[in-house]
C-alpha cells in the first residue's frame, strides 16, 4: 500500500475524516457536476460519475445531494463549469507531489497551492516535472478483519487484478483502469465489498522520510487536500506506519 493511502486509512480509521465531512461533501459535488457535464447523467454509463457517486454514498451523502448535484451536471446550459487542472511539485527532502484540481478560477488556485508548498517547505514545479514517476490504477481497499484472504485473492487474479498486497489490518487489490469496474462487480458478486475503491496515481518511486520530514510532509499534503479547488493530492513520500500513528496521535 502507497503511503499515503496508508495514512488516509489511518486518518479513516481515527475519525479525522468526519470532522471534515462538510468540506469533503463540497469537493464530491464538484465531482459530481464535472463527471455528469462530461459524461452524462447516468453512472451505469459514465464510469467517471458512477465512481463519484460511490465515493459519494461511502461518506454518507444523501441521496438528494447526489441527484441535484447530477442534474445540475447533467442539465448544461450556463451553470457551475470547472475547468481540470493538474499541479505539480515538491516536498520535503524532493517527494513528488501531483495535484488534481477542479477551479473555476486556475489564478486563485496556483496561488493558494503556492502558499501551501512555500508555507511547507516545498516548491511548486513546472508542468511534467513529477508526473512521469507516477501511473494511474485502480485499487480496491478491503478490511483485513474476517476476510477469507485466499478466496479473494483468487477472485480478483481471476476478475483482472494486477496485483494482490497484504498489510497487518487491509488486503489492497490493484488493477488497470480499464479493468476497474468489472473487477469491483465481479468481487462484489461474491460478497467482497471494498472499504474504498478509487482510481488513484501510484508512484513507481518512493521516498523514505521520518522524524521531521515526515511530519512536514504530511502537513503539506493536509494543507494541499484542504483547499477547495483541489480534489486529490498524490505523493511518493514512504512513511513507517507507526510513524504516521505517531505523527497522528
Excluded at 513528488?96 to 489564478?107: F, G, K, M, P, S
Excluded at 489490518?169 to 474504498?196: I, N, R
Excluded at 515526515?214 to 486529490?232: F, P, T
Aim: negative net charge.
Amino acid at each position: 500500500m502507497s503511503g499515503h493511502s496508508k495514512w488516509a486509512t489511518i486518518k479513516r480509521k481515527k475519525g479525522a475524516l468526519d470532522a471534515r465531512r462538510g468540506k469533503l461533501f463540497t469537493k464530491i459535488i464538484r465531482e459530481l457536476v464535472t463527471a455528469a457535464r462530461l459524461g452524462g447523467g447516468d453512472p451505469d454509463a459514465n464510469p467517471r460519475l458512477r465512481l463519484a457517486v460511490d465515493k459519494a454514498r461511502s461518506v454518507n451523502m444523501p441521496k438528494d445531494n447526489i441527484e441535484r448535484a447530477i442534474k445540475r451536471g447533467a442539465g448544461g446550459g450556463d451553470g457551475e463549469s470547472y475547468e481540470e487542472v493538474i499541479y505539480e511539485g515538491y516536498g520535503p527532502a524532493g517527494v513528488a507531489v501531483l495535484i488534481e484540481a477542479l477551479t473555476d478560477n486556475r489564478n486563485r488556485t496556483v496561488g493558494e497551492i503556492r502558499h501551501a508548498f512555500t508555507k511547507l517547505g516545498g516548491n511548486l514545479g513546472q508542468s511534467g516535472c513529477v508526473s512521469h514517476l507516477f501511473e494511474k490504477r485502480g485499487v480496491l481497499e478491503f478490511e483485513r478483519a474476517g476476510l477469507d484472504t485466499d478466496r479473494l485473492y483468487e477472485l480478483a487474479l481471476e476478475a483482472g487484478a494486477e496485483d494482490v498486497t497484504e498489510s497487518e489490518d487491509s488486503v489492497e487489490v490493484v488493477t488497470d483502469p480499464k479493468h476497474f469496474a468489472p473487477l469491483q462487480q465481479a468481487l462484489a458478486a461474491h460478497g467482497y465489498e471494498p472499504a474504498s475503491a478509487e482510481i488513484t496515481m501510484r508512484p513507481s518511486t518512493t521516498v523514505k522520510l521520518e522524524g521531521a520530514p515526515a511530519e512536514q510532509m504530511l502537513k503539506l499534503a493536509e494543507a494541499l487536500e484542504d483547499l477547495d479547488d483541489v480534489q486529490n493530492v498524490y505523493s511518493n513520500f514512504d512513511i513507517a506506519e507507526s510513524e504516521m500513528e505517531r505523527i497522528s496521535s
